[in-house]
């Protein structure tokens, strides 16, 4: 009966195009007894990955790519994603929402579990029902990343929007570094920096693909203005990277291409 009623919605929205790419705020209360308010979160510079799920088998497969997705750029960027686990329509409750992941390989430690009662989060305010419905929002702009509907098992379309997501994050930029450019782009296999610093600190280069995954460290003692050069490792394949530049008290992420 819950499967026909998804699939009767569904066929309300056939052709409809959410046009908004601006999430809609939301206050909740997860399966731990803890109230969220979704803009709270964004403005404090985190980014929400929302994985609305029946929950069923077809629902596995987006759901664990964007849980994957969040533990390797919360390994690179520790708290700064966080994934939230809902029902479609609050009628299944904790226990069996987190019966669901267990059976999904998530580990329910990891994330925040929503049963949804009343439909608090209301999957209808993010283009409509199907089954996984995976949503990346981020920063105080509130900003829709990514949304995703009735798996299309894209996990590397997941992850990449977490990552232009911290790209544009609003407390990426603070104290120390006033500004960097990195060029050429595309690149073949070397980089060239412009750091502008406020003070002398060491700095840290990491490669990172789409995936989110650390593919090489470099680092380099910094002075007040400096104009670096790195060589990549040559056997990286064509494709979209980003550096990340981090000193003591931040970081910055750029987007890169390789072009042999």
Not at 14 to 37: E, M, P
Not at 210 to 216: C, D, F, N, R
């Amino acid at each position: 009966m819950k499967r026909l009623f998804i699939v009767l919605l569904n066929l309300l929205f056939v052709g409809f195009v959410a046009k908004s790419q601006t999430a809609t705020d939301f206050t909740a209360t997860d399966c731990d007894g803890i109230t969220n308010n979704l803009f709270t979160e964004l403005n404090n510079g985190k980014i929400v990955v929302l994985v609305w799920v029946e929950p069923c088998v077809g629902c596995i497969s987006d759901a664990k790519a964007a849980y994957d997705a969040m533990m390797n750029l919360n390994a690179s960027n520790p708290g700064k994603v966080k994934y939230w686990l809902i029902d479609d329509i609050g009628d299944t409750p904790c226990s069996q929402l987190a019966s669901w992941a267990i059976s999904s390989n998530i580990i329910t430690e990891n994330i925040q579990l929503f049963s949804n009662a009343g439909d608090t989060i209301n999957e209808m305010n993010y283009g409509g029902l199907g089954m996984p419905h995976v949503v990346v929002v981020g920063n105080s702009s509130h900003h829709i990343y990514l949304n995703l509907r009735n798996g299309v098992n894209d996990g590397a379309a997941i992850s990449n929007a977490i990552v232009q997501a911290i790209t544009n994050s609003v407390n990426d930029v603070k104290e120390e570094l006033n500004s960097v450019l990195v060029f050429p782009n595309p690149t073949n296999n070397v980089l060239n920096l412009k750091i502008d610093i406020n003070q002398p600190s060491d700095v840290e280069f990491e490669v990172i693909n789409v995936l989110g995954e650390i593919i090489e460290k470099q680092k380099n003692i910094q002075s007040d203005k400096n104009d670096i050069q790195l060589n990549l490792k040559s056997e990286l394949p064509n494709g979209n990277y980003f550096l990340k530049i981090k000193s003591t008290k931040e970081y910055h992420l750029k987007s890169f291409s390789i072009f042999h």
